[in-house]
């Protein structure tokens, strides 16, 4: 198993690609802390990873609290006594036009997916910095890489990220500690389930390989990035997309 013997955080754990990090994790054999706000959604995830016979904690954090996220290294120590990994994946969309976005849109949005992360980082990096080794996994966004239509702050907080994780892991040079990030495209989560069924969004066939991403093929780039086998990579990303940057031309385009 890949992540044998390592303790994970993945917040936003309670839905989506979160949840799937933390089952994918829990397959390749790591002890899995499942952080979200939404405290019901993170004990199903437990749940489910314990009838796999995983060990797993569910933990309640606003990773919008520097406080909280300093708790939830503490719970994660006292239940695991190490953290290896975390997976700042909790995030949030705002979807409207430029004017309409109100000041609680814009703190909310870089809140959630931008500063979230920094408080997160900055909660385990004193203990991997102790260990001598870790990995943090920033999820960031094609949204990132190019400005999509409404939802500047969204894009303003993904950007962020992937200036965050090349920032930080410059920062923890020399130390083991390696700092990636994941970009996702569209990806069949509970996040897109208007766009979903909305006949007029064709998010697949803007992508190279045809269709949506499942949540689970972000979560095997997330396990890679999580091992021992990824130990030479920090401060860049991988894009799980399905070629959706380089594959907006349509056949018949000049
Ligand atoms: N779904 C996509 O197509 C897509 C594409 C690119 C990037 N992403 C990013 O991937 C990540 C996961 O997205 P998803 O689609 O699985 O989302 P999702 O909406 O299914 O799950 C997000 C989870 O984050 C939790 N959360 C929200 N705010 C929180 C907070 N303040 N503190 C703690 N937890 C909080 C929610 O309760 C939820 O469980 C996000 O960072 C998102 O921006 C998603």
Known sequence: MRLADKVAIVTGGGSGMGRAIAVEFARQGAAVVVADINYDAAS???AQLKAMSARALPV??????????QSLCEQTLEA?????VLVNNAGARCLKSFLDHTEEDWHRMIDINLTGHFFCAQAVVPQMLKQGKGKIINLASIAGHVGRPDRVAYCAAKTGVLGLTRALAMDLRGKGICVTAISPGSIETPMNSAAATDANVDWGGETV?????????VAYAAVFLAS?????ITGSEIEVEGGWLIGRARDGEL
């Open 44 to 46: 199903d995830t437990v």
């Open 60 to 69: 309640k954090v606003d990773v919008t609290k520097r406080a909280e996220t």
């Open 80 to 84: 695991f006594g190490r953290v290896d």
């Open 209 to 217: 390989v045809g269709r949506w991403g499942r949540p689970e093929e």
């Open 228 to 232: 021992d086998e990824s130990d030479y």
